[in-house]
């Protein structure tokens, strides 16, 4: 109750304090100063991202050390005794830490502050790298979990290389620059805070290349602003909020610090959009590279005195952060095989994207929408360039809902498609502006599609059915304007529906040849106003594919329609119970494999299936027995096929 009404009284004095010179400056302090990002601009998020330069406005480390060191040299100006003080100087940032909050990086920094000041309590001169190995393994003690946590790894990561190189850096650039910058006291702090970032930046880049999929060099110049601007922020912030009830006149002076402070620390991150080159997106590597990156370090810091020895290391470690740094073009493809059409359902949660790989090379993707909203930059991108996609040919954006268009401006800024198709335009639509702003620039262009509309491709043919042209003016999106595709390679034809149901349903054309096999993305998530029982009869699809999230807030798919397509004898996948879902066919065999390890040959699955109907519902239309379970169908007539259980690949 007491941290919660702390931070309340924060949030009120910064904005009465900071709002008359900019909101974003009050944002910015009360992240510093509390941990609440809630009122950062995502712009200014991803500007801090893409330079490096984002946990400067996350409470971590450099924000608990530099509490740490002014709360101790203030104390130490009214305490004569320094165990004394250190004792008070714990009690003051433990306190701070639970004002703050509970998040784990705030705990970690605590807890090294702690530590430290308790040992030099005792009377003991603490080793930074003795300090780290202690606060390590008592987090490690506290939360197991903590093995495996992401910002643990970015915490001791980062402090490992700016205790264990940076001063093995800076010694190097000292010797090299000192008599050329006379070495006086400012140079000394320049050439150690750049040793510091270089030092943690290297520790770094494996884990930046295979969890945010994003490497650069933006922090190493950035950071030369970004951290003094951040302590100045923090600083005169915190004096700015303390004089605000006492004093207008300083707390408008510290007020106007803070904010020119909190310019500096934003408009240095303009570095990305001005040099894009210094910051880029690169696919998954292999953990290999990884391994041989780390190794390569350890050789080159603890065989310092074998020149032989340290060549290999620097050798070794500088192929792996080539490998991990790459251009997407350099590194290897998933491509499918050849000859062969590939779609696959990417797991976004509770919206829709799918990708199909046309025989010939060509890609399609066919929205980019998902759950949140970095679900283009997290989810679809690193997806696509596991599957082997360097550049879209085209991006299709079915209709500009949310779910179905959110990660579009990430996907184009990274895959830079060749044309973006869309159906009955939205003017007034902010979300379908915002992708067509975003295009500017890539050289892509944009196409309308109407029903009638049909592209031939790698031997397969592309058929817009649905919408018509519109006959007024759209006001705002509609499900039901949603571009309808259906695509036929050889013995295989796929439906893809978009959210387009009842209006299109009821005036569908049936299917080309009752002996294709038919795959139907189920329209709208698998929604009550999907599926309706007449188009079901008509279509009698043989795979049936939803894309919803997990424990969804509609209930989507809805019990009734999952009953429908199990009368039919349909075999439903869903991507909240079996993750990415994967087709591949050459026009005549067609195999389903999904992230959850289940796995169907579908042409024997309909000949099982029709040689012995069950009596109930199929078994198909249910959720698997268990996560990991592959299903293998018989080919021919015959029993119906037998489950294994264990694990299996998909």
Not at 186 to 208: D, K, M, N
Not at 368 to 387: F, H, K, T, Y
Not at 482 to 493: A, K, N
Request: proline share 6%; hydrophobic share 50%.
């Amino acid at each position: 109750e007491g941290g919660a009404a702390t931070r309340r009284y924060v949030r009120r004095a910064a904005a009465r304090a900071l709002d008359p010179y900019s909101p974003q400056t009050t944002a910015v302090v009360i992240a510093i100063l509390i941990g609440d990002r809630a009122g950062l601009d995502r712009a200014v998020v991803d500007r801090l991202q893409a330079a490096g330069t984002y946990h400067v406005v996350a409470i971590s480390g450099g924000n608990v050390a530099l509490v740490t060191a002014l709360c101790y040299l203030l104390l130490r100006l009214a305490i004569r005794s320094p165990r004394t003080t250190a004792v008070a100087a714990i009690a003051v940032v433990v306190c701070y830490g639970g004002i703050v909050s509970s998040q784990p990086s705030v705990t970690r920094a605590v807890l090294a502050a702690v530590v430290y000041l308790a040992v030099g309590a005792m009377g003991l001169a603490p080793g930074a790298l003795h300090v780290l190995a202690l606060v390590a393994l008592v987090a490690a003690l506290a939360d197991p979990l903590a093995a495996i946590d992401i910002g643990a790894w970015l915490s001791f990561g980062a402090t490992l290389g700016i205790i264990v190189a940076a001063p093995r850096v800076a010694t190097a650039m000292a010797t090299r620059l000192g008599a050329a910058v006379g070495w006086r006291r400012c140079a000394r702090a320049a050439v150690g805070l750049a040793a510091a970032t270089a030092a943690a930046e290297a520790v770094l880049l494996p884990i930046s290349a295979l969890v945010f999929g994003r490497v650069g060099v933006a922090g190493l110049v950035v950071n030369f602003v970004a951290i003094p601007a951040m302590a100045m922020v923090q600083i005169a912030g915190a004096l700015a909020i303390a004089c605000v009830d006492v004093s207008s006149g300083a707390a408008s002076m510290f007020g106007a610090v803070a904010h020119g402070a909190s310019l500096a620390l934003v408009d240095s991150a303009r570095l990305v959009d001005w040099v894009p080159a210094l910051s880029w997106r690169v696919p998954p590597a292999s953990l290999w590279w990884v391994v041989g990156y780390y190794g390569g370090l350890v050789l080159v810091i603890r065989t310092a005195r074998r020149p032989a020895i340290r060549r290999a290391g620097v050798a070794v470690a500088a192929a792996s952060a080539l490998a991990l740094a790459a251009a997407p073009s350099v590194v290897a493809t998933g491509r499918p095989p050849a000859g062969q059409l590939r779609m696959t359902m990417i797991d976004v949660g509770q919206g829709e994207s799918i990708l199909i790989q046309f025989p010939d090379g060509h890609t399609l993707l066919v929205d980019a929408g998902g759950a949140a909203s970095d679900v283009g930059a997290r989810v679809i991108v690193p997806a696509l360039w596991a599957l082997g996609v360097r550049r879209l040919d085209w991006l299709l954006v079915t209709h500009a809902d949310l779910d179905h268009v959110v990660g579009g401006e990430d996907v184009i800024r990274a895959l830079a498609p060749r044309e973006i198709w869309e159906g009955v335009p939205v003017d007034e639509d902010r979300t379908r502006r915002a992708i067509f702003e975003a295009a500017e620039g890539t050289g892509s262009v944009r196409r309308e599609l109407r029903a009638g509309d049909r592209l031939e491709v790698g031997g397969a043919t592309v058929d817009v059915l649905h919408p018509a042209a519109p006959d007024w003016q759209r006001p705002r999106v509609r499900n039901n304007d949603s571009v309808v595709l259906h695509v036929v390679f050889g013995g295989v034809e796929i439906l893809l529906t978009g959210d387009a149901a009842e209006e299109f349903e009821a005036r569908a054309p049936p299917p080309r040849d009752p002996r294709m096999v038919r795959v139907l993305k189920v329209a709208h998530h698998g929604s009550r106003t999907s599926s309706a029982e007449p188009f079901l009869a008509s279509y009698r699809p043989d795979v049936a594919l939803i894309s919803a999230g997990r424990g969804n807030l509609f209930f989507h798919p809805a019990g009734v329609v999952l009953d429908r397509y199990a009368r039919l004898g349909a075999f439903v996948l869903r991507t909240d119970l079996d993750g990415a879902i994967v087709l591949e066919t050459d026009g005549r065999a067609v195999t389903v494999n999904t992230l959850r390890g289940r796995s169907i040959n579908v042409r024997a699955w309909i000949e099982t299936w029709a040689a012995s109907p069950p009596a109930r519902a199929s078994p198909a239309a249910r959720p698997p027995p268990v996560p990991r379970v592959r299903r293998r169908a018989a080919r021919g007539p015959g029993p119906r096929p037998r489950v294994r259980r264990g694990r299996s690949g998909g």
